[in-house]
Structures are given as C-alpha cells and as structure tokens.
Nanobody
Framework: QVQLAESGGGLVQAGGSLRLSCGASGSTFMINRWGWFRQAPGKEREFVASILWSGGATSYADSVKGRFTISSDNDKMTVYLQMNSLNPDDTAIYFC?????????WGQGTQVTVSS
C-alpha cells in the first residue's frame, strides 16, 4: 500500500503563491501517475493536475493552466504543485493521489485559502 501526506497549504492573498508537497511512503511499485485534486466547500472534488510517475507527461485542469505547475522528485518520493497567481476560486482542500492500475490512494489533504 501507499501512504500520502500533503503539506504546504496556508492562507495567502489573491495574486500570491504557494507550493504544495506530497510525500509518498510504503510501496510505490508500479505506480502509473500521481497528482492533485481539490475540493472547495459545498463542491465536488475536482481534478487539478497530474504527472507520470516517470516524471514525463503532465495534465492540468483548464482553470489552472498557466498558473500551476506540477513536478515530482522520485528520489524524494515527492510530488509538488507550484501555485501562482492564486485567486479566491482556488480556495479548497488539496488532495494528493496516486494511481496504480485500478487502485487509487489519497492523502488527507491540505487547506489552501486565498483571500480577496
């Protein structure tokens, strides 16, 4: 099994930046892809960004393209989300995920709050 732990969330003003980290532990054998979802109060969890375990192809939600950058460091078993030009619509709990075949693991989430 894989355990995930997010960090780096906090309170930031609109236009500011945050960098989220997600560290993986346990078994990382045959992980295909990992990345981030987010969930705002009263809304469904939505996809944010993902990256291949190999660190190759990335994918982003349209709402964050050009502002967010996903990256990973397999030596540290960590995936990152650099978030720039934040706006209040980015306020949410951000969850890290890993996909291994049909299996998906989730972290506990880290709160990001963007004030106007």
């Amino acid at each position: 099994q894989v355990q995930l732990a997010e960090s780096g969330g906090g309170l930031v003003q609109a236009g500011g930046s945050l960098r989220l980290s997600c560290g993986a532990s346990g078994s990382t054998f045959m992980i295909n892809r990992w990345g981030w979802f987010r969930q705002a109060p009263g809304k469904e969890r939505e996809f944010v960004a993902s990256i291949l375990w190999s660190g190759g192809a990335t994918s982003y939600a349209d709402s964050v393209k050009g502002r967010f950058t996903i990256s990973s460091d397999n030596d540290k078993m960590t995936v990152y989300l650099q978030m720039n030009s934040l706006n209040p619509d980015d306020t949410a709990i951000y969850f890290c995920f890993v996909d291994r075949g049909a299996y998906r693991a989730w972290g506990q989430g880290t709160q990001v709050t963007v004030s106007s």
